[in-house]
């Protein structure tokens, strides 16, 4: 469908004039309306600006409920929906872009990020350093013809992906840091005997419980097999 009332370019560079001029207009009682032909405004696109003056100026604010490709990622992914922290796109910057990656680190939400093409590997591989191997989904080009989802650890995302082309968002699982510290401290509790029976009963094999065992206590395994082969 085609808009056949006037246009104004409305963007990032030109942002702050342009809601000046919308905002003189709104005020004389025209009606103003924000579209994209990309995304939802306001969200990591312009409108955050107009819509901060349009309310300092007790102009009313009206949204009208459209396609927002975190929410239809999220929704999609098949990770944690209960609570989530929209990231957005990360900066351009090295230092800045690991800094906000330690920085939403430990959080236990499920992160959602934006992505350039040409910017999409090298974002993952920082992920993957920084957050470590998570559970992610890459959402491409959602809504549009070539929509499609691509889940898995970091590292097979990463090899799944080749020439990648359109725009992403990532969703990234949740930090499960805390529950692995005090599942680590409930186990080291634990008798010699009582930890081989908590792996046992996961049907896992002697030899891979002893290894398990190890890393749980941080022992070299050849001293928890000794433990065991005297028993």
Not at 31 to 52: K, L, Y
Not at 55 to 81: F, H
Not at 182 to 209: G, R
């Amino acid at each position: 469908m085609e808009i056949t009332k006037p246009l104004i370019s409305y963007y990032k560079q030109n942002e702050k004039i342009r809601s000046n001029t919308l905002i003189d207009k709104a005020l004389k009682g025209e009606s103003i309306a924000i579209v994209s032909d990309a995304g939802t405004p306001g969200i990591s696109d312009p409108g955050e600006e107009i819509v901060n003056q349009a309310i300092k100026n007790g102009i009313e604010i009206i949204p009208i409920p459209g396609a927002c490709a975190a929410i239809n990622a999220l929704i999609a992914s098949g990770l944690n929906t209960k609570q989530f922290v929209f990231i957005g796109f990360l900066s351009v910057n090295k230092k800045e872009k690991q800094e906000k990656l330690e920085e939403v680190k430990k959080l236990k939400q499920t992160l959602i990020f934006y992505e350039a093409p040409h910017k999409l590997i090298n974002t993952l591989e920082n992920i993957k350093e920084i957050l470590g191997e998570r559970n992610i989904v890459l959402a491409k080009e959602i809504t549009k013809i070539h929509e499609e989802y691509i889940r898995g650890k970091v590292s097979d995302v990463i090899k799944k992906v080749e020439n990648p082309k359109g725009e992403f968002v990532i969703i990234v699982e949740g930090s499960h840091e805390n529950e692995e510290e005090e599942k680590q401290k409930v186990l080291n509790n634990l008798s010699l005997e009582e930890h081989f029976k908590y792996y046992k009963n996961k049907n896992y094999e002697k030899k891979e419980i002893i290894k398990k065992i190890a890393k749980d206590r941080n022992t070299n395994k050849n001293e928890i097999y000794q433990y065991f082969l005297n028993k």
